[in-house]
């Protein structure tokens, strides 16, 4: 990885557009150099300092993708995703390198950080195919001589906000669809991540200048908050989509609505899985192990509550409790770690938060939490998994806490459950695990789960990028990646042709000169 490192620093990737060069080198508003520090919640060390975009600069960077659009719009969508097509080869490339930055600079476990750009791949695959069919429909007009139909077109400049638990994968969701469908992108990476998405950028950048793919379609700035403020308020941006907290995605609504510009929400979760006296728990478990302490409990998906059948409550408990004794908390680089760190101190104290708010709110720690110390955990960010029974869904249960605590929760009937279920403000990720028809189909019928994924056997977390993700309620009503998810990106024209000789209104309408 010190190599791919080195390639980063010789051939830098800052703020700017496709090569970067042009904005490379930054400074702050201020005149000095106001770095972003990249610490790697590994082990603490300092990984980079990266230049913040400067408005100045981001000004360029805007009008250097406006210009581009003009150019690459015109591009057929199968040239369009044939370009796509190359850079899922470039990121199989450099799988092993990307995968390897993705876990030391977020803190995922090696096989997850590898998942994510398997992801890239994955869409990238997707968005070809895709390219070829961004399908309008036919409709019979009622006018005679008259043909209707409709097409989609590309919105112009997509922004693209991420959030640090999936720094690569979630930009890829939106800029391969976004790029195939005619548009150009503008990405602001988590502020916590910045290295992984100079070296995605770094990655295509091949691919972009080999087939002459003007400055501008894949443009990078960095920077926090602020950064990401510039996107919602600038009515240059066509859509702007934002990943990341609920918090966020209602500062985003209400500036992109206040200038009637469109935006996509992918915002926060809390998942529950319920388990019925019919499940299966030989597959129940490691789904709910994996769901809940997967990515130290930082995934949007993560499982966060457990609904259990009274019949099995304490049988589940005693399985939970004995799997978790076998937890390995550590690098997660090393291929035997479970559980790697949260992303930095800021979420250990959130953590920490939480453990009090369970005892004050009359839950118990079946797995008291806990901030490792000692030789592997210098970076502060290493904690124990928790476990907590909860005697009813308590304001800290309703609230997400993005670390890994799992709540317990007891049901009578499978209505309760549900009503537990969707008794939250989130709607991300729902599961049920179950052999039970009856119980199945409730759980996935319109009074049942309220959730844009809903499960049946499996947990709640990693999808595939074939389907439509994204959730309701404060989660922000988005879809992104498979299905149709497309349309979000390009703009629906109704085109009605009159190929007659006479001019006949709808309605019956007549007027005549
Ligand atoms: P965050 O909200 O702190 O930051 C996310 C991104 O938004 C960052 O790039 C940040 O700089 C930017 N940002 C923050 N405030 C902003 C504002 N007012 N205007 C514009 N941009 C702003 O989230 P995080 O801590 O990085 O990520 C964790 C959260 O993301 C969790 O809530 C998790 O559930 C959610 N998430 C959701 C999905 C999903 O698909 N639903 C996927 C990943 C993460």
Request: glycine share 10%; hydrophobic share 40%; proline share 4%.
């Given at each position: ?7 980063l620093?010789t ?46 600069d ?5 009008e ?51 998942g ?5 791949i ?31 077109h ?19 969701w ?16 988590s ?121 099995i ?48 709110q009359?839950?118990?720690l ?53 009503e ?24 996935l ?5 309220d ?63």
């Open positions: 990885m010190q190599q791919f490192l080195q390639k620093k051939q830098p990737v800052m703020s700017g557009t496709s090569t970067g060069q042009a904005f490379w080198h930054a400074t702050a508003a201020d005149g000095t150099d106001s770095l972003l520090d990249s610490y790697s919640p590994v082990d603490g060390q300092l990984m980079a300092r990266v230049y913040p975009t400067v408005r100045e981001y000004d360029k960077v805007v250097t993708a406006r210009a581009a659009f003009l150019t690459w719009r015109a591009v057929p969508a199968p040239r369009r995703g044939e370009i796509v097509r190359q850079m899922g080869e470039q990121f199989r490339q450099y799988k092993k390198e990307l995968g390897t930055l993705v876990s030391y600079e977020m803190g995922k476990s090696l096989q997850e950080g590898m994510e750009v398997q992801e890239i994955d869409i990238c695959d997707f968005a070809v195919g895709q390219s070829r069919q961004l399908y309008g429909l036919t409709m019979h007009s009622e006018r005679p001589d008259h043909r209707m139909y409709e097409q989609w590309p919105l112009g400049v997509v922004g693209i906000i991420t959030a640090f638990n999936f720094p690569v994968a979630v930009w890829s939106n800029a391969m669809l976004a790029w195939v469908c005619g548009n150009v992108c503008i990405w602001k990476p502020e916590k991540t910045p290295l992984t998405a100079l070296a995605c950028q770094q990655i295509i950048k091949e691919v972009l200048e080999q087939n002459d793919v003007p400055e501008g379609v894949s443009c990078l700035i960095t920077g926090g908050r602020d950064t990401g403020t510039w996107l919602a308020e600038d009515p240059r941006i066509a859509l702007v989509s934002a990943t990341g907290s609920t918090r966020m995605g209602k500062a985003v609504a209400q500036t992109v609505s206040a200038r009637l510009g469109r935006y996509l929400l992918e915002l926060g979760g809390n998942n529950a899985i319920i388990l019925t006296a019919h499940a299966d728990l030989n597959i129940a478990i490691p789904a709910i192990v994996f769901g809940a302490v997967g990515t130290a409990g930082q995934r949007c998906t993560s499982t966060r509550r457990l609904i259990i059948h009274e019949s409550y304490e049988d589940v408990k005693n399985r939970l409790v004995k799997a978790y004794g076998q937890l390995r908390i550590g690098n997660p680089l090393d291929e035997n770690t479970h559980v790697g760190p949260l992303i930095d101190q800021a979420a250990v104290a959130g953590y920490q938060a939480a453990l009090f708010q369970i005892k004050e009359g839950g118990r079946l797995i008291d939490g806990e901030v490792l110390e000692g030789p592997g955990f210098e970076s502060g960010c290493y904690v124990r998994p928790a476990i907590a029974e909860m005697p009813a869904q308590t304001a800290i249960v309703q609230h997400e806490t993005f670390a890994p605590i799992l709540y317990l929760l007891k049901y009578g009937t499978l209505d309760e459950a549900i537990l279920q969707n008794g939250v403000p989130q709607g991300l990720s729902s599961a049920i695990f179950t052999l039970n028809m009856r119980e199945a189909e409730q759980f019928s319109t009074a049942g789960s959730c844009g994924i809903a499960n049946v056997n499996i947990g709640t977390s990693g999808a595939e990028i074939g389907g439509a993700f994204g959730g309701e309620k404060e989660t922000g009503g988005g879809r992104e990646s498979g299905s149709d998810a497309w349309k979000a990106y390009m703009r629906r024209q109704t085109n009605t042709i009159n190929y007659g000789t006479s001019l006949p209104l709808a309605q019956g309408i007549r007027f005549e000169l």
